[in-house]
């Protein structure tokens, strides 16, 4: 999983508050059915000695199979009065058993050394809650992108714009529903307005739901935090983060304010994933010339070597959508 170290730090945060709840509502639970049923507490208070008489009967060498036996003979009849008590009561068979969220790790988050699948998921659900803070995850589906907008008349014989469109929506959606660390990098360009944001989002939540980790911004965003944090040498700081996740997503490439430390960064991240063969997806309003004008032909070069090129066609779909509600509007005040 390429989270960083405080989505991992909060899933385990979490766990341990569900532990702590778990057996604080189980030691309630014991307190009183000990206080309903004494026999209850007599019950566990010999079964908590099991261990210590099946280690003293080991000592005795030739007696300690029929003793263990007879130890074990015990314990099951306890079990079986103790089970037959809480029945007695009214309450289920596990009802003294420690209610932990996860009963596979205990909510420990681990089970013989490997992440369990409960941490795994409160991860993913961490990274969906931080993602959604600040951009619109949930209304960004595929489903809800509207092709309505995009003009169906052909130019010059060509492919229209919805035709265009509806293929780009078809591929990410396969990209996303296929999704694993050995998918193609993607570079979506096109003029301001035409989708790039919603489908990269739409992409985000699949992979996501996935269990995948994923880390999305804008190229201004990345470029101010790796200024600030240049000299760091913080194992979660923001360039280790864009390095090590298994899912970069760089929103509006050309938009950040360029200096040579910001250029040098950037290509480095972007370096640096395609000869890890990590996935990455950037998007832009800027054509490859523009690009390459913009930070270079070395830049620029790694990028069409590594990317697959998926160029956005149409009308501003925001202007569109503005004009569309105002119509609306207009209408519903002229409905008598």
């Known amino acids: 999983m390429g989270y960083s170290r405080d989505i991992y730090d909060s899933a385990i945060t979490e766990l341990a508050r569900r532990r702590r709840q778990a057996e604080q509502t189980h030691r309630q639970r014991r307190d009183g059915l000990y206080e309903t049923c004494p026999r209850l507490r007599e019950i566990d208070r010999d079964l908590s000695h099991t261990y210590a008489r099946a280690a003293q009967a080991v000592l005795h060498g030739s007696t300690a199979k029929e003793e263990l036996s007879r130890i074990r003979d015990h314990n099951q009849a306890m079990q079986r009065e103790r089970a037959q008590l809480i029945r007695d009561l009214g309450l289920p068979a596990d009802y003294l058993q420690v209610p932990y969220a996860?009963?596979?790790c205990s909510d420990t988050g681990y089970i013989d050394g490997a992440m369990c699948h409960c941490l795994r998921a409160l991860m993913r659900k961490e990274a969906y809650r931080r993602l959604n803070e600040t951009t619109p995850l949930a209304l960004s589906t595929f489903d809800q992108f509207d092709l309505s907008y995009y003009d169906d008349t052909s130019e010059n014989g060509g492919p229209s714009?919805?035709?265009?469109?509806?293929?780009?929506?078809?591929?990410?959606?396969?990209?996303?529903?296929?999704?694993?660390?050995?998918?193609?990098?993607?570079?979506?360009?096109?003029?301001?307005?035409?989708?790039?944001?919603?489908?990269?989002?739409?992409?985000?939540?699949?992979?996501?739901?996935?269990?995948?980790?994923?880390?999305?911004?804008?190229?201004?965003?990345?470029?101010?935090?790796?200024?600030?944090?240049?000299?760091?040498?913080?194992?979660?700081?923001?360039?280790?983060?864009?390095?090590?996740?298994?899912?970069?997503?760089?929103?509006?490439?050309?938009?950040?304010?360029?200096?040579?430390?910001?250029?040098?960064?950037?290509?480095?991240?972007?370096?640096?994933?395609?000869?890890?063969?990590?996935?990455?997806?950037?998007?832009?309003?800027?054509?490859?010339?523009?690009?390459?004008?913009?930070?270079?032909?070395?830049?620029?070069?790694?990028?069409?070597?590594?990317?697959?090129?998926?160029?956005?066609?149409?009308?501003?779909?925001?202007?569109?959508?503005?004009?569309?509600?105002?119509?609306?509007?207009?209408?519903?005040?002229?409905?008598?």
């Not at 529903?177 to 570079?187: P, R």
């Not at 960064?265 to 010339?289: C, D, G, H, Q, V």
């Open 102 to 104: 996860c009963p596979d």
């Open 161 to 336: 714009p919805r035709q265009v469109m509806a293929r780009i929506v078809k591929l990410c959606r396969s990209y996303a529903a296929s999704f694993s660390l050995e998918s193609d990098s993607l570079l979506f360009t096109g003029r301001t307005g035409l989708g790039k944001t919603h489908l990269s989002l739409a992409i985000a939540n699949d992979v996501i739901e996935k269990g995948f980790g994923v880390v999305y911004g804008s190229a201004q965003n990345f470029a101010s935090s790796l200024e600030k944090e240049r000299f760091s040498r913080d194992e979660n700081d923001t360039n280790h983060l864009l390095l090590s996740c298994d899912l970069l997503i760089m929103d509006d490439l050309g938009t950040e304010f360029t200096t040579s430390f910001v250029t040098a960064s950037l290509y480095n991240i972007i370096n640096t994933r395609l000869m890890a063969e990590k996935p990455t997806l950037i998007n832009t309003n800027l054509s490859m010339k523009e690009l390459t004008k913009r930070y270079g032909e070395r830049f620029c070069s790694r990028i069409i070597g590594g990317y697959t090129l998926l160029t956005f066609a149409g009308r501003d779909v925001r202007q569109l959508k503005r004009m569309r509600r105002m119509e609306q509007k207009k209408n519903g005040m002229q409905t008598p």
